[in-house]
């Protein structure tokens, strides 16, 4: 499932520059309940929100897409 992808490389890419799902959410101003929803690939992020991720973690969109299969 395509939100599968996406949100298991947020979840990489936060984990890999050290920050938690709260301080995470709390940047880009959502809950962290819809943080982990994404993360878990229950809600597929907006492209609104995949800007706000990739600027706060320091990486491009394009870093963020999942690579195609």
């Given at each position: 499932?395509?939100?599968?992808k996406w949100g298991?490389?947020?979840?990489?890419?936060?984990?890999?520059?050290?920050?938690?799902?709260?301080?995470?959410?709390?940047?880009?101003?959502?809950?962290?309940?819809?943080?982990?929803?994404?993360?878990?690939?229950?809600?597929?992020?907006?492209?609104?929100?995949?800007?706000q991720i990739s600027?706060?973690l320091k990486i491009?969109?394009?870093?963020?897409?999942?690579?195609?299969?």
């Open positions: 499932m395509e939100t599968d298991r490389r947020i979840r990489a890419f936060r984990k890999l520059k050290g920050r938690t799902q709260e301080g995470l959410a709390r940047e880009i101003g959502i809950s962290v309940s819809v943080l982990g929803e994404i993360e878990r690939g229950s809600r597929l992020p907006s492209e609104q929100m995949l800007k600027d706060v491009s969109v394009e870093e963020l897409t999942p690579p195609d299969e």
